[in-house]
């Protein structure tokens, strides 16, 4: 009998013969896995090309924990940015810390335009503010503690993936440094005073000790109240206040450190002042009234500038006063929770009219304080000065002795100054690792997009691709044909 041809693997009776597409795959096999090479290999070379195109992004993340940040200011007070991170001076220094060769004037221009700061919030803050949004409720502004840093540059920059890892912690490190500095470490115009007089004047050793005694002791006092103040606002974390720190070091407190502050100016700084106004010491007594004279008609000059702003502060002050009916309680009537809120104008207008008047009051008394101020620093200097011209009337006596006494006063003087000043260092340095250790920390650290990442998509995409045509043209390939049949 004769034999039939084998069937199509595809037929009109929409029957599936997979006998028959096995037998075609298997006979075009050598012809899929050339061209899935083949794809291989263009996959990889156009991933290549591309990502070398395309920006390599560098990411790394850091949480910032530091007093005040709940409510989106820094600890003194300042408004905090997210984008500080990444000012100029940071990155400037960063750069020179990487130690980056073949610098070029536009680089930090350009790695600063690359960063990008945003802020990570979780899905669950995003339900509950969606969730009290949809009842009607005020949020408040809420300030995300954990923030992404993220770098992107092309792959052929001159910075190569280790040192765009690098730079972005160096970044972290330097906004770290900066922000101690600020606001942990003892400001740079404490400690300096004996420095700044050299070859000085007698006479000025008292003006240049007494400001410098003064900053110091409003220094402490500064510290001491934002204890207060946080303890006011954190009742939970009372224990890291300043007011009751204690150093683990040296065993002081910042109440300590301003008694002891105290009494350095009253015993020891007090008696070597003594001793120079009783005795009217001074290198040179005319070129001493001489810098007296100058000094004090520049605190004139000051006195009444203060006086003038003053006065305008006081005017405003007093047709504020006049016009008393602006000065009104605002009340604020209740509405259903359903209705859309209504802004009166009266009520606008009672809150600006007593912000104004507080704020004239403020400045009234800061301008009044300002003048006393200035008015005190010229009532002593003209003491000061009007003894310096006794003694110039008089005829000059020895005062090798004293001069030598008041000299080696001095020097003792400093050796317990820079002791004060070296305890002060050491709590502050202690408070600030007890108050300031996560005020910026790196959870996580840098990493960039991996190159083998694309060439593994385009090697697949590559290999799928080259499968495909081959196994289509294997099923295209017509049937091999059959020898006739014999007859019986």
Do not use: C, W
Not at 276 to 285: E, H, Q, T, V
Not at 454 to 480: E, R, T
């Amino acid at each position: 009998m004769p034999t039939s041809p084998p069937s199509p693997p595809f037929s009109d009776d929409d029957r599936i013969d997979f006998a028959g597409l096995f037998t075609y795959l298997r006979r075009g096999l050598r012809l899929i896995l050339s061209l899935a090479a083949l794809g291989l290999a263009a996959g990889i070379a156009i991933s290549l090309l591309l990502s070398y195109k395309q920006a390599a992004v560098s990411t790394l993340r850091v949480t910032f924990g530091f007093s005040g940040f709940e409510r989106g200011t820094y600890p003194n007070g300042a408004k905090f940015q997210p984008d500080d991170i990444r000012a100029p001076d940071i990155v400037n220094e960063a750069i020179k810390h990487l130690g980056v060769h073949d610098l070029t004037p536009d680089l930090a221009t350009k790695v600063r335009g690359a960063i990008g700061v945003s802020g990570i919030v979780s899905q669950n803050i995003i339900k509950e503010r969606d969730k009290l949004r949809a009842a009607g409720q005020n949020l408040p502004p809420y300030f995300p503690d954990e923030y992404e840093i993220s770098l992107s540059l092309p792959r052929d920059f001159i910075l190569d993936v280790r040192q765009r890892e690098l730079l972005l912690a160096e970044i972290v490190n330097v906004y770290l440094e900066k922000f101690r500095r600020t606001y942990a470490d003892l400001p740079p115009q404490f400690g300096n005073a004996f420095d700044s007089l050299n070859n000085a004047d007698f006479v000025e050793y008292e003006l240049v000790l007494t400001k410098e005694m003064q900053n110091l002791h409003f220094f402490l006092e500064q510290k001491i109240d934002a204890g207060d103040e946080s303890q006011h606002r954190e009742p939970t974390n009372r224990l890291r206040t300043a007011k009751i720190f204690r150093s683990p070091t040296n065993n002081l407190s910042f109440q300590d450190l301003l008694k002891q502050t105290e009494l350095f100016t009253q015993i020891q700084l007090n008696e070597v002042l003594s001793q120079i106004y009783i005795y009217g010491l001074s290198k040179d007594r005319d070129y001493a009234l001489t810098k007296m004279n100058y000094y004090m008609r520049t605190l004139e000059d000051q006195e009444q500038q203060l006086k003038e702003e003053e006065a305008v502060v006081t005017g405003l002050l007093a047709r504020t006063q006049e016009r008393s009916q602006n000065y009104v309680l605002a009340t604020k009537t209740q509405q259903p929770q359903s209705a859309q809120p209504m802004l009166d104008q009266g009520f606008i207008d009672a809150l600006l009219a007593n912000d104004a008047y507080n704020f004239l009051i403020r400045r009234a008394l800061d301008a009044g304080l300002a003048v006393k101020r200035v008015q005190g620093d010229i009532a002593r200097l003209a003491d000061r000065r009007k003894r310096m011209q006794s003694f110039t009337n008089q005829e000059g006596k020895d005062q090798a002795a004293v001069i030598a006494s008041t000299r080696e006063a001095l020097g003792r003087l400093e050796k317990s100054y820079q002791e004060l000043i070296s305890k002060i260092r050491v709590v502050l340095d202690d408070y600030a690792r007890q108050e300031y250790a996560d005020s910026v920390r790196i959870t996580m650290q840098a990493k960039t997009s991996s190159l083998l990442l694309n060439l593994m998509l385009g090697s697949a995409v590559g290999v799928a691709f080259g499968l495909a045509i081959g196994a289509g043209l294997s099923l295209l390939k017509p049937a091999p044909a059959l020898p006739p049949a014999s007859s019986a």
